[in-house]
C-alpha cells in the first residue's frame, strides 16, 4: 500500500466499500421497469365536484379518449357544442 505525506493513503489506493477506485463508476445491472402513467383532472369550480383520469401516453388520440369519457360522466349530450 501506497503511503502519502503523513501516512495517509494516496489518492491511488483508496477504494469505495464497493471494491473501487474512487473515481470509478460502479457496475451494477439494473432493469428499469417504470410503466408511466400521466393524470388528468377536472374540476367544477361552483361544487368542487372532480374527476380523475389516468392514460398511459399524451396524445391526441388518448386525450380524444378521455374527453369522450369525461363527457359521458358528466352528461353532456355528443349533440351539444362548446363556445
Same mark, same amino acid.
Given at each position: 500500500?501506497?503511503? #502519502?505525506? #503523513? #501516512?495517509?493513503?494516496?489518492?491511488? %489506493?483508496?477504494?469505495?466499500?464497493? !471494491?473501487?477506485?474512487? !473515481? $470509478?463508476?460502479?457496475?451494477?445491472? +439494473?432493469?428499469?421497469? *417504470?410503466? @408511466?402513467? *400521466? +393524470? *388528468? !383532472?377536472? &374540476?367544477?369550480?361552483?361544487?368542487?365536484?372532480?374527476? @380523475? *383520469?389516468?392514460?398511459?401516453?399524451?396524445?391526441? $388520440? @388518448?386525450?380524444?379518449? &378521455?374527453?369522450?369519457?369525461?363527457?359521458?360522466? +358528466?352528461?353532456?349530450?355528443?349533440?351539444?357544442? %362548446?363556445?
Amino acid at each position: 500500500m501506497q503511503r #502519502g505525506l #503523513g #501516512g495517509f493513503p494516496t489518492r491511488y %489506493c483508496i477504494k469505495t466499500r464497493y !471494491g473501487r477506485a474512487l !473515481g $470509478e463508476r460502479p457496475i451494477a445491472i +439494473v432493469q428499469h421497469r *417504470y410503466q @408511466w402513467l *400521466y +393524470v *388528468y !383532472g377536472f &374540476v367544477q369550480p361552483k361544487t368542487g365536484k372532480t374527476l @380523475w *383520469y389516468l392514460i398511459p401516453r399524451v396524445n391526441t $388520440e @388518448w386525450l380524444n379518449l &378521455v374527453y369522450k369519457s369525461f363527457a359521458k360522466d +358528466v352528461g353532456i349530450s355528443p349533440k351539444k357544442k %362548446c363556445c
